[in-house]
C-alpha cells in the first residue's frame, strides 16, 4: 500500500495550490482518503476527507469555503484545492487512508495506519 502526495509549495497569501494524492495497493473504491496538516511545534489535525464511494465529505472550520477535496476514480487521487490560503494555512500536508470515513472523522490521525510521505506548503504574508 502506498500514498504518494505532490502538489505543495511556496504561494503568498490569497494564493492557490492543488495537492494530490495518489494511491496504490489498496481496493481505492472502499477507503476514504483524507488530507492531515501539521505546522511546526503543533499537532496533527484533520483538514477535509472524503469517502471514495459515497463522495461523502468533510472539512475542518477553518478551510470551509476555502479548500475543496475531490476524486478522481479511474486515477486512484484525491486532490485538495486550497485557495485564498493564508499564513497559518503553513504545514506539512499528509494524506491517509481509511476504510471507513466514520473512523477517520472521529477517531482521528491517531488510529489510522496508512499514510504518505507529507508535502509542505507554505503560505507567505
Known amino acids: 500500500v502506498q500514498l504518494v502526495e505532490s502538489g505543495g509549495g511556496l504561494v503568498q497569501a490569497g494564493g492557490s495550490l492543488r495537492l494530490s494524492c495518489e494511491a496504490s495497493g489498496l481496493p481505492f473504491d472502499d477507503y476514504a482518503i483524507g488530507w492531515f496538516r501539521q505546522a511546526p511545534g503543533k499537532e496533527r489535525e484533520g483538514v477535509s476527507y472524503i469517502d471514495i464511494n459515497t463522495g461523502m465529505t468533510y472539512y475542518a472550520d477553518s478551510v470551509k469555503g476555502r479548500f475543496t477535496i475531490t476524486r478522481d476514480n479511474a486515477k486512484n487521487t484525491v486532490s485538495l484545492q486550497m485557495n485564498n490560503l493564508k499564513p497559518e494555512d503553513t504545514a506539512v500536508y499528509y494524506c491517509?487512508?481509511?476504510?471507513?470515513?466514520?473512523?477517520?472523522?472521529?477517531?482521528?490521525?491517531?488510529?489510522?495506519?496508512?499514510w504518505g510521505q507529507g508535502t509542505l506548503v507554505t503560505v507567505s504574508s
Open positions: 491517509a487512508a481509511d476504510p471507513s470515513f466514520f473512523r477517520m472523522a472521529e477517531a482521528g490521525y491517531r488510529y489510522l495506519n496508512i
